[in-house]
């Protein structure tokens, strides 16, 4: 994971599970072994066990969702994994200049 992503990984396990949108919670889901036992247990119920297609069909909505609140153009046919790296990188980049204003 680059660290960019490790460092948004941080700021997210400090947060309660009622804080976290559903690109957040998407975000862990996809991170999971990351995540210490004890933030395992922290966050179980947005890291429920449903079915793995059923958790990637909801993780590409949230992440899609989050895609166009960045106002990101998502090309027809993109993958999961890129869509992952297309948002991580986009947040970080929108979380960095809010950091800096």
């Known amino acids: 994971m680059d660290q960019k992503a490790q460092a948004y990984l941080a700021s997210l396990v400090t947060?309660?599970?009622a804080e976290l949108n559903d690109y957040q919670k998407a975000?862990?889901?996809a991170r999971r072994s990351y995540l210490?036992?004890?933030q395992t247990?922290?966050?179980a119920s947005v890291l429920n066990d449903k079915p793995a297609k059923e958790n990637?069909?909801?993780e590409y909505q949230?992440?899609?969702k989050q895609a166009k609140e960045l106002k990101?153009?998502?090309p027809k046919g993109t993958k999961l994994d890129d869509l992952r790296t297309m948002v991580s990188e986009a947040q970080s980049q929108k979380d960095?200049?809010?950091h800096l204003a």
């Open 41 to 43: 247990e922290k966050f």
């Open 27 to 29: 975000f862990l889901r």
């Open 15 to 17: 947060k309660e599970v």
């Open 62 to 64: 949230a992440l899609t």
């Open 56 to 58: 990637k069909l909801e």
């Open 96 to 98: 960095n200049n809010e």
């Open 36 to 38: 210490t036992d004890e």
């Open 72 to 74: 990101l153009a998502i």
